[in-house]
């Protein structure tokens, strides 16, 4: 008689090819980007300010200087933020436009090499350019230490512009994002959300695009960013959150951060959603239409503990290792990529995904790609999957049942088992973490 052995398992192959893409670079100037490291120590240190600076207005209200407007009002636009409820927590206004010098650079296929400034207090900027009414337009925003100089801002652009015909606008905003001081950053998204908003107005009324034309892809900050956006401007198409921020964003008033709500479509992709305590930057909650949470959605394969693996990297001079954050960003790239998709299924939580309880696909609802194509099938709800800790990320994923014999005595040790696909590719994978939960009698 043969009796089942409660094991199942989901393990990755990397048999899929993934082709090259040849179209050339981005003439955007690369920047260097601060680290998984760097980033937490200034969300930490900016929050801890603020929260101390609060503390003593409360308690030394007369001996503490604290900001007299409760409303500010910029530009010709008369755009007015106020810090009170829903944001009365932050205790934050949004700088001027001046001081955060929003830009906005598009891409076309007939300029895949060098942007077109657009303007959107300037229609001429608009007229002149390669802009064509008759595409789709993805608005690309950066997060907290960010800027459009980042090499993964060049290499979106031109992952998109490679597979679809599309208007590509992309939004520098580095100067209101800079380090270290997060919660005026987190402020600053406001304003930039009105500015996108403008120019999306602008567009509109000159070119005859709709509200429906238009996808935005937001990383960390950058995701809150079009939820501001689609609370200005109704029936947005759809909204990619990578990775949105969590600290001043998670649990508090959907009126503050992304939400399904902000477009027809909110799909929204976690990495690291882990307590800030552990190192842990991104949201965690559901707080889209559909949300994915790749190897759990906290930390991800490949990459060390922002805060413990930081000490070995520091040794060993490889900070990209620490990387959880901003994987949401390359899990999106690579989703672009001929060959490559990220096939994840509905589940109520990932130890339940993890034990085989949730692997097939019954309906359009029930299984989706996430990244770039994930408004294929429309899924609703939380999504899990796994990924390959190196590129390529993507890789098929199986459920392995083990059966034994009523007579085979206690076991107890590890699994190893090794796929091997056509080109005679080869990955090993051992688990011993599941092996000891049982005893095989």
Request: proline share 3%.
């Amino acid at each position: 008689m043969v009796l089942p052995v409660y094991l199942y398992l989901l393990l990755l192959s990397a048999s899929t090819t993934i082709k090259t893409l040849n179209t050339g670079t981005c003439s955007v100037v690369t920047a260097s980007e601060p680290s998984d490291l760097e980033i937490w120590t200034a969300m930490v240190s900016s929050l801890a300010k603020s929260q101390k600076l609060r503390k003593k207005t409360k308690m030394h209200h007369s001996h503490v200087q604290k900001r007299e407007e409760k409303v500010v009002c910029y530009t010709r636009f008369v755009w007015c933020f106020s810090d009170e409820s829903p944001f009365e927590y932050w205790d934050t206004l949004p700088e001027t436009p001046e001081i955060i010098e929003t830009t906005f650079n598009l891409y076309t296929r007939h300029n895949r090499l060098e942007g077109e400034s657009l303007h959107y207090d300037n229609k001429s900027s608009l007229k002149v350019s390669q802009f064509n009414a008759s595409n789709p337009v993805k608005i690309i925003i950066h997060g907290f230490g960010g800027s459009a100089a980042n090499a993964w801002v060049g290499q979106m652009v031109e992952a998109m512009l490679e597979i679809a015909d599309v208007n590509i606008i992309v939004v520098d905003w580095n100067k209101g994002a800079r380090l270290p001081n997060y919660v005026q950053a987190a402020a600053n998204s406001r304003l930039v959300g009105r500015e996108i908003a403008e120019l999306i107005r602008l567009v509109n009324y000159e070119r005859g695009t709709v509200n429906e034309d238009y996808h935005l892809i937001g990383y960390s900050l950058g995701a809150h960013i079009a939820g501001f956006v689609g609370t200005e401007i109704k029936n947005l198409s759809r909204i990619t959150g990578l990775d949105p921020a969590a600290p001043m964003f998670e649990t508090y008033n959907p009126a503050v951060r992304l939400d399904p709500s902000d477009a027809q479509f909110v799909d929204v992709i976690h990495t690291n959603g882990e307590s800030m305590v552990l190192g842990g930057l991104g949201v965690y909650e559901s707080i889209g239409d559909v949300d994915f949470f790749p190897n759990g959605g906290k930390f991800q394969k490949g990459c060390s503990n922002v805060l413990v693996g930081a000490l070995s990297d520091i040794f060993w001079g490889q900070w990209h290792s620490l990387c959880h954050h901003r994987r949401a960003i390359e899990y999106f790239i690579e989703s672009m990529k001929p060959g490559c998709s990220f096939l994840s299924v509905a589940c109520d939580d990932y130890d339940d995904f993890l034990r085989g309880n949730c692997f097939s696909c019954f309906d359009n609802t029930s299984c989706s790609n996430m990244g770039y194509f994930a408004d294929e099938l429309l899924p609703r709800g939380k999504m899990f999957l796994l990924t390959r800790a190196d590129e390529p990320y993507c890789g098929n994923q199986y459920r392995v049942i083990v059966n034994n014999t009523q007579e085979q005595g206690k076991t107890w040790g590890r699994l190893e088992i090794t796929l091997i696909d056509v080109q005679e590719y080869s990955e090993t994978f051992i688990s011993h973490k599941v092996m000891k939960k049982f005893k095989m009698t």
